[in-house]
């Protein structure tokens, strides 16, 4: 049966950040399984995943340029978090919950079917050394994760400044035929006036890194 939730249940117009942060962090332990976003937000609506937020500041801005999306993050990191949540609240923001886990762990026990309209996984840690690979958030167990949980039609949206990680991201997601190759930029030759940065974004451009920006698209039946 379902965990219960312990905040009040929210109506549309959501309740303000203010009001406790209960409702912009989520205990892993309160979160229903599986993971209803309408409950969780409090209306319907579509679902941006933000794996490894960070400190929480592409959210800050992205989910205020658009309040109709309902923005859930994962984060491991507990100071993280924190950080995120402060910007977030400063800000008055509603649309945006965030859950401490690592984000496998998230997505293969919590997220159900058909129900993610974006994941947005900016900066990843590469983790350089052989011996560490499988600490990697792209590695062969996301393919099937992603079929079952991204919309047709959804989208994944990447950005990272180690060119031999893009590699492996783009020979991982290259294998999968339920997605397709929407765009695949350098955002450091040819800069986009509308991109949304992220606090490992301005370091990366400050000590002169690529930055390669990719979006792949779930493909629906027949595409
Ligand atoms: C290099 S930082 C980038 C942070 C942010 N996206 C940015 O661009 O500024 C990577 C972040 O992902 C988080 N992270 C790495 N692996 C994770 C995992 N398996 N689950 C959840 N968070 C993870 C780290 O704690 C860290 O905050």
Known sequence: MDKAIKAPQCDPPLRPAEKGGWDLEIPIGDLPKPLDFPRVFGR???VEMEVGSGSGLFLATEAANRP?????AVERDGAEVRRAKD????RGLL???IVKCDAHYLLEEFVPDNSIDSYIILYSDPWP???HHKRRFFQPRLLPTLERTLKPGGTVRIK???TVYYEVIRELLGGAPFLRLEHDRRLDREPDPDD???NYQRKAIEQGHPI????YKRTTSGE
């Open 160 to 162: 990272t400044d180690v």
């Open 212 to 215: 390669h920006a990719m979006l």
């Open 68 to 72: 109709d999306t309902n923005f859930f």
């Open 87 to 90: 910007k977030w609240r400063r």
């Open 129 to 131: 050394k052989k011996r």
């Open 44 to 46: 319907t609506g579509p």
């Open 196 to 198: 949304v940065q992220t």
């Open 95 to 97: 649309n945006v919950r």
